[in-house]
């Protein structure tokens, strides 16, 4: 089967874009390079198209009803605008997907979910939709998507693009009203770094890429460093380091599974293993020397397999030879000293924890 491709193909192609596969899409590894355009992000603004992620619109007297029913953590309580990260389980714990959930409304939630994931969610959601009175939109087709990150990101999104969004927080959205439709514009990003993602129809994402570009004051960026910027700051990426086999509590993610709000499934068995302690989980491991390792290498503790590499990289802002691994509860202490096998040879190193580099978030004053 062909791959898709998104709104912004057209451009990446004609930008010299590396392309590649994932998630189902054509999309853009790199432009330049992995290091130039990660170093842009965490010094001043690079924009990425997101645009296969997915969108589902979920309203009705039932909306929060439903979507708690399905969502780890808890949405009671929070104001319109703001924007909730958790996960859909399996009722064995396992992870369905991760995924935002934006309150637009009192009765309406815009829910994001990641692109290799899209048809397998918008099923498990409709496989769980029966008894609640809500309209469920998956809208994925009629949006594009950008991310503009980096320290320089406010000042990009209201000079080059013309959207006010200095009041918002990070985690926060607003809709703004401009060029005969209504897009959303939201303080999130998967880098660590201050930013905003942008959604709207492709006709206008198209234009907003176009007034980007022209600016000279972004770089475009690829999933390429994407990968190397959320692995820094601890970020999970579905299919590494959350899975049908790793639930959050094992992935470390517990902080957005909030058990006192009530049944939603997966519940009972996440609940379960937090009480006993999982028997596997997600640490960050420091290697010395500049030996990289990477995804699927195993982890051994004093000669004896306990688990294997997630992500890996040779950090490129802070030069050291970093990786998350799933590994047995037994390895996971902090201190651990483990090696990591990488072909016929092994390398030293320690259990740390799993940011490497600071997250610069906005979070507003106080």
């Not at 601890?234 to 959050?248: H, K, R, W």
């Not at 997966?266 to 010395?288: D, N, S, W, Y």
């Not at 306990?306 to 201190?335: F, H, P, Q, R, W």
Request: proline share 4%; net charge negative.
């Amino acid at each position: 089967m062909e791959n898709k491709r998104t709104c912004l193909y057209d451009k990446h192609v004609a930008l010299g874009a590396q392309i590649s596969p994932f998630g189902g899409y054509d999309m853009p590894i790199q432009y330049s390079s992995i290091i130039e355009e990660h170093n842009a992000v965490r010094q001043h603004c690079g924009v990425f198209d997101v645009s296969h992620m997915g969108e589902v619109r979920v309203t009705g007297p039932d909306a929060e009803r439903f979507v708690s029913h399905l969502f780890t953590n808890s949405l009671e309580g929070i104001a319109d605008g703001k924007i909730v990260y958790g996960m859909m389980c399996y009722p064995d714990g396992g992870t369905v997907d991760d995924l935002l959930v934006y309150r637009m409304g009192p009765s309406d939630f815009f829910l994001v979910i990641n692109a290799a994931n899209i048809d397998k969610d918008v099923a498990w959601m409709l496989d769980h939709i029966e008894g609640f009175d809500v309209t469920f939109d998956h809208c994925s087709d009629r949006y594009g998507q950008i991310a503009v990150q980096g320290p320089e990101s406010e000042a990009v999104m209201e000079e080059v693009l013309g959207l006010a969004c200095r009041e918002l927080v990070f985690y926060t959205s607003k809709t703004i009203d401009t060029c005969g439709e209504t897009i959303i514009v939201s303080r999130t990003g998967y880098t660590g770094e201050d930013g905003f993602e942008v959604y709207a129809s492709p006709a206008l994402i198209n234009t907003y890429w176009d007034l980007l570009m022209a600016s000279g004051r972004c770089k475009p960026c690829g999933l390429g460093c994407r990968d190397t910027l959320r692995f820094e700051v601890g970020l999970p990426l579905y299919g590494d380091e959350l899975s049908a086999d790793i639930t959050p509590i094992m992935a470390g993610l517990g902080i957005f599974v909030k058990f006192d709000k009530g049944d939603f499934i997966g519940r009972e068995a996440l609940l379960q293993q937090k009480t006993e302690g999982p028997a596997r989980r997600v640490v960050g491991i420091a290697l010395e020397g500049k030996a990289i390792p990477r995804h699927g290498y195993p982890v051994l503790h004093d000669g004896v397999q306990v688990g294997e590499v997630t992500t890996g990289y040779n950090s490129i802002s802070t030069g050291k030879s970093v990786c998350m691994a799933l590994v047995d509860a037994s390895a996971a202490k902090l201190g651990t000293v483990l090696d990591i096998q990488i072909r016929k040879k092994t390398f030293p190193g320690v259990v740390v924890k799993k940011r490497f580099y600071e997250k610069r978030y906005h979070k507003g004053e106080g």
